[in-house]
């Protein structure tokens, strides 16, 4: 481990249409290491509080209870609760438990009459049901940090501001889980989630005291440490891809080792389904695949941004895509 640290962006200005000195910093955390604490961001710590508080409640249930509302009883919107060791990253079970929500969408919607998959309807317990509306709270005050951030990102490459919510966002996917990472004994080496990288645009990422996230930078892995009031954000595959690797999906990892129960809020805000993913004029991209985490050549791939999501969370919950794709 090394003792560099994430930069922070205080992104308020980006809130409110301005935002040009949040844009350079942005872009230069994206070309450095694809990571930064967000501040300013507009989630309240109200929201932030009721969540956390709702989320314990939810998980302290029996596991009988919490099964009541099983991703397997989601169907093609892929929501719903899985238990300790039922996500896998890189074939190799995860040491947490969690919930899969999405934007809520009714039977009317385009999306959901289509058939999309990860459209439509999350499942909620009745046993905490104040869960409900801190979820979807927290993803309507996301979803309006994300689009601000994004401005960020597209200004600081030299686009307009609304670049991206023209070309891939006006109806982006929106996918937020609830994570668990049970306290585990020192001595324990498994990993609460193995390195990976983030697939769509970006990541707004809410967590607890306990800590545990790491990040891979090109000096080493680093801390990722909670600092009050912030959100880490970070890009993914697909913002990669756009610009060629100039700004890069960064491989990062979760060990719990803080002897506490770890909660982690993790939001995906990521194109439309149907996005064709091409990428921005620039010089072509280089083929960095022996230097990523799965040796996979984002640049070389092309289609929707549905293909290459189904493709990678086919992996995640493999008995279950066998149903849904």
Same mark, same amino acid.
């Given at each position: 481990?090394?003792?560099e640290?994430?930069p ?6 980006l809130?409110?249409?301005e935002g040009?000195?949040?844009?350079a ?8 290491i ?6 300013g ?7 932030l509080?009721?969540l956390d508080?709702e989320s ?7 596991e009988a209870?919490?099964?009541?509302i ?7 919107a ?6 300790v060791g ?11 438990q969690?919930l ?8 009317d919607?385009?999306r959901?009459?289509a ?12 046993d ?8 979807l709270?927290?993803i309507a005050e996301?979803?309006r940090?994300?689009h601000a ?5 597209a200004?600081s490459l030299?686009?307009d ?7 891939y966002?006006?109806?982006p996917t929106?996918?937020?889980r609830?994570?668990?990472y ?7 080496e ?9 697939y ?9 005291e306990?800590?545990?996230l790491?990040v891979?930078?090109p *000096? ?6 909670p600092?009050?009031?912030?959100l880490?954000?970070n890009i ?7 610009t ?5 999906s960064?491989? *990062?990892r ?7 129960s770890r ?14 993913i ?5 010089p072509?991209a280089?083929?960095d695949s ?8 984002? *640049?070389?791939?092309?289609g ?6 189904m493709g990678?969370v086919a ?7 066998k149903e849904v794709?």
């Amino acid at each position: 481990m090394t003792e560099e640290r994430l930069p922070i962006v205080n992104v308020a200005p980006l809130l409110s249409g301005e935002g040009a000195a949040a844009a350079a910093e942005i872009g230069a955390a994206c070309r450095d290491i694809g990571f930064f604490y967000a501040t300013g961001h507009g989630i309240a710590a109200e929201t932030l509080r009721t969540l956390d508080a709702e989320s314990r409640r939810f998980f302290a249930l029996p596991e009988a209870r919490k099964m009541e509302i099983a991703m397997a009883r989601g169907g093609r919107a892929w929501r719903g609760y899985f238990p300790v060791g039922g996500e896998l990253t890189s074939g190799k079970p995860d040491m947490k438990q969690g919930l899969y929500f999405g934007e809520e969408l009714g039977d009317d919607d385009p999306r959901v009459r289509a058939g999309l998959p990860l459209h439509g309807r999350s499942l909620f317990p009745h046993d905490v049901p104040e869960l409900k509306s801190a979820v979807l709270t927290f993803i309507a005050e996301a979803t309006r940090a994300a689009h601000a951030i994004m401005e960020g990102v597209a200004l600081s490459l030299g686009l307009d501001r609304q670049y991206f919510r023209r070309q891939y966002t006006a109806q982006p996917t929106l996918l937020f889980r609830v994570f668990e990472y049970p306290a585990a004994p020192a001595a324990d080496e498994s990993w609460g989630v193995g390195e990976h990288t983030d697939y769509g645009l970006l990541t707004l990422l809410a967590q607890d005291e306990n800590g545990g996230l790491q990040v891979k930078t090109p *000096h080493g892995w680093i801390e990722a440490p909670p600092v009050p009031g912030a959100l880490v954000c970070n890009i993914g595959d697909m913002l990669d891809r756009l610009t060629g690797g100039i700004y890069r999906s960064t491989p *990062h990892r979760v060990r719990n080792v803080s002897g506490k129960s770890r909660l982690s809020f993790p939001f995906f805000f990521d194109p439309g389904f149907d996005a064709e993913i091409v990428p921005l004029p620039q010089p072509a991209a280089r083929d960095d695949s022996a230097e990523r985490w799965d040796r996979a050549n984002v *640049h070389a791939w092309s289609g929707t941004y549905g293909d290459y999501l189904m493709g990678k969370v086919a992996k995640v919950f493999p008995d279950l895509a066998k149903e849904v794709v």
